[in-house]
């Protein structure tokens, strides 16, 4: 299983950034993503989740009406819209699966080493 993050870059605060996550190896749909952010010197925080299940979703209190979590099943694809970019938005973006290789975002944003996960794509927000 293999995890493709893509889409950081820099940009100016206020605006909007979408980041992809692009999983292989798995032959089927029904698996949880989750989104997490890592600034430097800060731990790793659970930013979002995307239920395979039932479609439900997750959002930390700290990102809620800013960042939108979708999947398209078809390309094997997250992604996470992040608008009106703040300067604390500053940090590597991870996806990884949830819980080894659950369906549900159950156990979000807890993660383990049963974990698989992408190897990150930068955003950094200039004020």
């Known amino acids: 299983v293999q995890l493709q993050a893509s889409g950081g870059g820099l940009v100016q605060s206020g605006r909007s950034l979408r980041l992809s996550c692009v999983v292989s190896g798995l032959t089927t749909d029904y698996f949880a993503i989750g989104w997490f952010r890592q600034a430097p010197g800060a731990e790793r925080e659970g930013v979002s989740c995307?239920?395979?299940?039932?479609?439900?979703?997750y959002y930390a209190n700290s990102v809620k009406g800013r960042f939108t979590i979708s999947r398209d099943n078809v390309k094997k694809s997250v992604f996470l819209e992040i608008n009106n970019l703040k300067p604390d938005d500053t940090a590597v973006y991870y996806c990884?699966?949830?819980?080894?290789?659950?369906?549900?975002?159950?156990?979000?944003?807890?993660?383990?080493?049963?974990?698989?996960w992408g190897q990150g794509t930068q955003v950094t927000v200039s004020s």
């Open positions: 995307s239920s395979g299940s039932d479609g439900s979703t």
């Open positions: 990884a699966t949830v819980n080894g290789l659950s369906a549900s975002c159950r156990g979000f944003p807890k993660y383990s080493n049963r974990d698989y």
